[in-house]
């Protein structure tokens, strides 16, 4: 549960969808979270699922997991300036080490109007 | 607001140096989770406690140490500092330190070795 990837930049125009996208290598993994830091900020919990769901939707959230392909992610609907921040991806493997989470480097979403 | 609360929010020491980060996780929780955020590094987890115990170690120096006090609140002291510890040190708190568990982040304490 040590290799969560993520691309480090995306850009988008206000009004589009945003995409962003995560793989994670623990088949075993229990939950899956989605974090929001904001610039200075700490991280705030956006959304997570569980593996044995496929979709979760929260408002302008989608979140799409394909556990064949250890795939996520995260779709958030009619970006917003205010969308701007770095995404970061985390699972929870099950294991000797439950509840610490792993985590991508973070994708920086760059909202333009 | 997660409910979660670190202090110092800035802390700029010299490197030899020893500090302490303090952390209150939310109400009712049980858990709390240290992790280092650095530009190389990324989010590293370091250390986790549960009920005052020890429950996970993660990439965390012999330089480091860390304890819960039987209020929950939780230290992380870092000794004989360097300019490679200069990073975003994140506290986060869950119910019962599981992997169901949801874990909530506080703001960091940004530290600085000069």
């Known amino acids: 549960g040590e290799d969560v990837e993520q691309s480090l930049f995306l850009s988008v125009r206000e009004g589009d969808s945003s995409v962003i996208n995560c793989t994670y290598t623990?088949?075993?993994?229990?939950?899956l979270y989605w974090y929001k830091q904001e610039p200075g900020a700490g991280l705030q919990l956006l959304t997570y699922?569980?593996?044995?769901?496929d979709m979760k939707q929260d408002q302008r959230l989608t979140v799409l997991l394909n556990k064949k392909d250890k795939h996520l992610s995260l779709r958030i609907a009619d970006t917003q300036t205010g969308d701007s921040a770095i995404y970061f991806c985390?699972?929870?493997?099950?294991?000797?080490?439950?509840?610490?989470?792993?985590f991508g480097r973070g994708t920086q979403l760059t909202v333009w109007p | 607001d997660s409910g979660v609360t670190q202090t110092p929010k800035h802390l700029i020491t010299a490197t030899g140096q020893r500090v302490t980060l303090r952390c209150s996780p939310r109400?009712?929780?049980?858990?709390v989770y240290w992790y280092q955020q650095s530009l190389d590094q990324g989010l590293q987890f370091l250390i986790q406690?549960?009920?005052?115990?020890?429950?996970a170690k993660g990439n965390i120096l012999e330089r480091f140490s860390a304890q819960q006090f039987p209020d929950l609140h939780s230290e992380l002291n870092l000794s004989s500092l360097e300019l490679g510890d200069s990073a975003l040190y994140f506290c986060?708190?869950?119910?019962?330190?599981?992997?169901?568990?949801?874990?909530?982040f506080g703001p960091g304490t940004r530290l600085t070795v000069l």
């Open positions: 986060a708190s869950s119910p019962e330190g599981r992997g169901a568990d949801t874990q909530y």
């Open positions: 109400s009712g929780d049980l858990s």
């Open positions: 985390a699972e929870s493997p099950r294991g000797s080490t439950l509840g610490r989470l792993y």
């Open positions: 406690y549960y009920n005052g115990e020890e429950r």
């Open positions: 623990d088949s075993s993994s229990t939950y």
């Open positions: 699922i569980f593996s044995n769901m």
